[in-house]
């Protein structure tokens, strides 16, 4: 029997109404990342593109690479320089001690407690940063501190008389070594628990000492993970600024309080200087978390 | 004295013994499996020997020498593990050579060395490949050549097959023993897996509980299991228990009925445990110079090449497998049928 009209409708049907549903699905889950995407654009994307411009723009909005030639000059070059030393150092001994502490609660032996008390305060104090934690050095470490207090009456030792102040390199070192140690110990644990007992008995049996496994095996597994751990440190400290600024106000004379200083809009602010001294904080940040990335997929691939 | 003697050794970690009072003499070239279920202390007899665990009693020689206080980078024991452990940051060619560029052997030798052993385990295109570029079996392939490039005095593999899917699995462990054959280092193989210790091994060690149960050739272990654990451990087995009637003709009684074992271990009467093949047991009418059970089918599995039946007497339950032949008719489930056996098939287990 020949079809029917009505059945050849019937049979395309399933077709017709069978497309709709892919594309609803991948709708629906791009919906879901919308106020991602929205935030990202309004508050990320839009002025990092703004200040690009801005950065080769004068205050008339004309082109000029004079902006960017401050760059180079005088107390702008000198605040990269600190920032650079301030967040050098402050990775370097963060990454330092930070895998210390990772190093003796993954493989020391010590109690079984510990690790899991070190872990959820390293999540907790590498988030704390800005005002509050200004304020809590202020308090404690402080010219009338508590601990600086505890220490001239009961140690004998006061701080303050060596030259020591929490107002300089040194003590804005120390204060974001407050989150930097403990963003270091998040990092590397997981690389630290990725160092199999086997690699070492493997060593061992094939007449290795515990200087050849660290040479020749820990050390390369180690280091991907813990530079890029530092690089990270070392971004993080960069970019930070209400720290700097509610420790040391305009005292210390780093890239992120100059910018501020650029945009806040008081008799000496110049907007187009601030967008070319953010252009050359994004331009090493993204050098410096490049590294992390590219450290960091090193590692996945040899542990995969 | 034997090539690795291993005398009243013991390991206890804290209150508990983990291996009990192990005595084992293993001659030079001979391949020796370590068999028993998770937690038989194999794992922790092997890694004592390697020097990885400290033996809490008992000695360990090597080829005459005494290793129990030696660390295991002074043993010269070769070591392959479960999840190869190579070394990641290494090429194929740097896994092979580690032990080699230790021991300071000058670069040339170091080189042929490791062609050699790369030829040997036919991955010589792989050389400057690292670990996560090759596949499981590749990747043991390596830790195997690693272990043996410094020529090593014992070989030690622990369930280095077990992380393998089941084709490769199957080749490479007759890959292990070729080359184990073709180089004669003595070696010791830990597993779980009967199939994989019975198709490898000189001789099978059966561990459980710490304790060896029975060491013999994979034939002994398997025709004549000594205890109830090895009986069951290592196949499918039959277990009835029995009674002695008359032990000098060696008849017996198992739920009522009489069967004759050929040989009693024991002297005296009373309750012996016995073990059966399923492969002994035959669908016949009784024969005579044969046992002969009546039993009722209760359950019948189609496998395809053979057909397990299950089949009770009243307390005992017994199962066993016919070969599959479709000019033969089945029995259903109920249905009552001899079942014929040798007077040599029923093994007398020692008293647990």
């Known amino acids: 029997m020949p079809p029917s009209p009505q059945s050849g409708a019937e049979t395309t049907l399933p077709s017709v109404t069978a497309v709709p549903g892919p594309r609803l699905a991948i709708r629906l889950d791009w919906l879901g990342i919308v106020p991602f995407m929205l935030f990202a654009l309004l508050f990320l994307l839009l002025p990092t593109a703004f200040l690009m411009v801005g950065a080769f723009q004068d205050a008339q909005g004309h082109f000029t690479l004079a902006k960017l030639g401050l760059l180079l000059q005088g107390n702008v070059l000198d605040a990269y320089l600190i920032s650079l030393e301030v967040s050098a150092a402050s990775a370097i001994v963060g990454a330092i001690a930070g895998f210390a502490l990772a190093w003796a609660v993954v493989h020391g032996g010590l109690p079984a407690w510990i690790r899991p008390s070190l872990l959820t305060f390293s999540g907790v104090a590498a988030n704390f940063a800005g005002v509050p934690l200004a304020f809590a050095f202020l308090c404690t470490l402080g010219r009338t501190g508590l601990v600086t207090l505890l220490l001239q009456h009961y140690a004998g030792i006061d701080p303050y008389s060596t030259g020591f102040t929490l107002l300089s390199f040194h003590g804005l070192v120390l204060t974001y070594l407050y989150f930097q140690i403990p963003l270091m110990v998040l990092i590397v644990t997981p690389a630290l628990e990725g160092l199999r007992k086997e690699w070492r008995e493997a060593s061992d049996s094939l007449g290795g000492t515990a200087l050849h496994y660290w040479i020749h095996v820990a050390l390369p597994v180690l280091a991907p993970s813990v530079l890029g751990a530092s690089l990270l440190l070392f971004a993080n400290a960069f970019g930070a600024v209400a720290t700097a600024y509610a420790l040391t106000g305009s005292s210390l004379n780093i890239v992120t309080i100059l910018l501020y200083a650029q945009i806040r809009g008081d008799v000496l602010h110049d907007p187009n200087l601030g967008y070319a001294l953010a252009l050359g904080m994004i331009v090493i940040t993204s050098l410096s978390s490049a590294g992390y990335l590219w450290l960091s997929a090193r590692t996945q691939r040899r542990r995969s | ?352």
């Open chain 2, 1 to 352: 004295m034997a090539f690795l003697d291993i005398a009243h050794v013991g390991k206890t970690f804290g209150a508990a013994s983990v291996v009990n009072d192990v005595n084992l003499a293993i001659e030079k070239g001979e391949f020796v499996t370590l068999l028993g279920p998770s937690g038989c202390g194999k794992t922790t007899l092997l890694r004592m020997i390697a020097g990885f665990e400290s033996a809490s009693s008992g000695s360990i020689h090597i080829d005459g020498h005494d290793v129990t206080l030696q660390r295991a980078r002074q043993r010269r024991v070769g070591m392959v593990f479960q999840s190869y452990a190579l070394f990641p940051t290494m090429t194929v060619a740097d896994n092979i050579a580690y032990g080699l560029k230790i021991a300071r052997e000058p670069k040339s030798a170091i080189a042929e060395r490791v062609e050699q052993m790369m030829k040997l385990i036919r991955l010589s295109q792989h050389a400057q490949h690292y670990p996560w570029q090759l596949s499981g079996g590749q990747q043991q392939r390596v830790a195997l050549a690693r272990a043996l490039a410094s020529s090593p005095r014992l070989l030690l593999l622990d369930e280095p097959l077990s992380a393998l899917d089941a084709k490769i699995r199957v080749a490479l462990r007759d890959e292990i023993r070729a080359l184990q054959r073709k180089l004669g280092i003595t070696t010791l193989f830990v597993t779980h897996d009967q199939e994989e210790a019975l198709s490898l091994s000189d001789r099978v060690v059966v561990m459980n509980e710490g304790r060896i149960e029975q060491v013999g050739t994979p034939f002994e272990i398997y025709n004549f299991p000594r205890t109830r654990f090895v009986a069951s451990f290592v196949g499918t087995l039959n277990i009835l228990n029995s009674r002695v009637l008359d032990e000098a003709s060696g008849l017996v009684e198992v739920d009522g009925q009489t069967v004759t074992v050929a040989r009693l271990r024991r002297s005296g009467h009373g309750e012996r445990t016995l073990a059966l093949r399923p492969e002994a047991v035959v669908l016949e009418s009784p024969l005579a110079g044969r046992n002969s059970l009546m039993a009722t089918i209760e359950e019948v599995n189609f496998l395809g090449s053979v057909v397990r039946l299950r089949a009770r007497l009243q307390e005992t339950v017994l199962s066993f497998d016919i070969f599959n032949d479709p000019g033969q008719t089945l029995p259903q489930r109920g249905s009552r049928v001899a079942l014929g056996f040798s007077h040599d098939n029923l093994l007398e287990l020692e008293a647990s």
